[in-house]
């Protein structure tokens, strides 16, 4: 067992002292699996690893339990990341929704300085990303889950497959129905457009 599932052990059974000391492991791992993310994302960011990762961790530390003075509750590893994985979720997309917003320079065409690709070829195409994952998730929660963590935490198959207890052949199954799905949605999506 991991020092922040034993911690996570302690904090359930109303170890206070325990809460105190899964703060920073937290902020040690989200800064990570941040690093991880962002080293997937396009050049020119005016997002940064630093700051996802602390947008994410207050978002997991903000709760209405957090006010009423009582820590966060992650109930293994597990939850965990998948918490992570949602909070990172949730602010590149909002980060791409504000920059699309005329407000922001939304009608402008971005060209990047270099020729390195990120994950998605534009926010256009991380928005649509967001969208098929969520009508996935209707069908196939877990399979999301999966998603969520490979792509928006950046955890690697196996470090996947741990986080939501099940084995590293189930993930890559998983991994692979979920591309071919979201591959063929966003394709649909397409279509009805033109």
């Known amino acids: ?20 000391a899964l703060m920073p492991l937290m902020y040690t791992e989200l800064r990570r699996l941040a690093a991880a993310q962002m ?29 009423r003075g009582e820590e966060p509750q992650f109930a293994n590893r597990g939850h965990f990341f998948a918490a992570a994985a949602e909070a990172m979720r949730r602010i590149l997309i ?16 971005r060209v990047p300085l270099d020729e390195a690709q990120g994950i998605t070829e534009s926010p256009d195409e991380l928005l649509a990303l967001d ?21 928006f935490a950046g955890l690697s198959t196996p470090e996947a497959a741990a986080a939501l207890g099940v084995s590293v052949a189930t993930a890559e199954r998983w991994w692979t129905f979920a591309r ?8 649909d ?6």
């Open 1 to 20: 067992m991991n020092e922040i599932s034993q911690i996570l052990d302690a904090v359930a059974n109303g170890d206070r002292q325990a809460g105190a």
């Open 39 to 67: 080293a997937h994302e396009r050049p020119g960011q005016t997002l940064n690893a630093t700051a996802l990762v602390h947008e994410a961790y207050l978002r997991l530390v903000a709760s209405p339990s957090r006010e």
């Open 94 to 109: 909002d980060s791409v929704r504000r920059k699309k917003s005329v407000k922001h320079g939304g009608g402008r065409l």
């Open 131 to 151: 969208d098929a994952l969520t009508r996935f998730a209707v069908e196939e929660p877990a399979k999301a889950e999966l998603v969520k963590l490979r792509f």
């Open 180 to 187: 071919a799905w979201l591959f063929a949605d966003l394709g």
């Open 189 to 194: 999506h397409d279509d009805d457009e033109k």
